[in-house]
């Protein structure tokens, strides 16, 4: 069974300008969230998606935003870059199954570097 | 979600049981404990998880203390391989909620 893929692997932008980036779940799961990672702040929830809907958010600025799509890929987009956005974007997905009986499953990330 | 608190790094010896320590004081009766590994470059790996008894897998062991305060990930044999940082994660089991706080972790070196 494929893992979960992330699209572009590397990414080079720079500031002001805005970038999408792309998960591609597991198949059958239905939930996908992403994650920030940098140095500095560790691992950060952005926000998680299950059918089509934002079911959870964590604490970033408006310039992140994503969607879901019918077949549970998933996009985040992010505007008016700045330099701290620099980071490894993580993208997991999940088969939700009964309380606690489940495990996110995490792709191998989009590095992003904002110059 | 609980709070965790976690040694920041560790060595062991390969071959040897490598065992985590993670303190959660704060969980309450519906949170579990989750732990995940990260290797260098890579996506978090899902190990383990349990919310009163202990669990094994193909990977670990997870002991949770009786008061549930604190628990142990356990890896029989380490290898080189086991390199990495394990993060200790205490979330709810609610299936509508999948977000997972990640503090710093525990540097894990395995060492020849």
């Known amino acids: 069974k494929a893992g979960v893929t992330q699209t572009p692997r590397y990414l080079i932008k720079t500031r002001g300008q805005q970038v999408t980036l792309s998960c591609s779940p597991i198949?059958?799961?239905?939930?996908v969230s992403w994650y920030q990672q940098t140095p500095g702040q560790g691992l950060q929830f952005l926000f998680e998606?299950?059918?089509?809907?934002?079911?959870n958010k964590g604490n970033f600025p408006g310039r992140f935003s994503g969607r879901q799509f019918s077949n549970s890929r998933s996009e985040m987009n992010v505007s008016t870059l700045e330099l701290g956005d620099s980071a490894l974007y993580l993208c997991?997905?999940?088969?939700?199954?009964?309380?606690?009986?489940?495990?996110?499953?995490f792709g191998p990330g989009t590095r992003l570097t904002v110059l | 979600d609980a709070k965790t608190t976690q040694p920041p790094s560790m060595d062991c010896a390969e071959g040897r049981a490598a065992n985590l320590p993670c303190n959660h004081s704060?969980?309450?009766?519906?949170?579990?404990v989750y732990w995940y590994r990260q290797i260098h470059s890579q996506g978090p790996q899902y190990i383990i998880h349990g919310l009163k008894n202990n669990e094994t897998n193909e990977m670990a062991s997870l002991i949770i203390t009786e008061d549930r305060k604190s628990s142990t990930l356990i890896l029989p044999h380490a290898t080189l391989r086991d390199t990495a940082v394990y993060y200790c994660i205490v979330r709810v089991g609610d299936s509508n909620d999948y977000k997972l706080s990640f503090g710093a972790g525990t540097t894990v070196t395995v060492r020849a």
């Open positions: 997991a997905s999940s088969l939700p199954g009964l309380a606690g009986k489940d495990e996110q499953f």
């Open positions: 998606y299950f059918s089509e809907t934002q079911r």
């Open positions: 198949s059958g799961h239905r939930s």
């Open positions: 704060t969980i309450s009766g519906n949170e579990y």
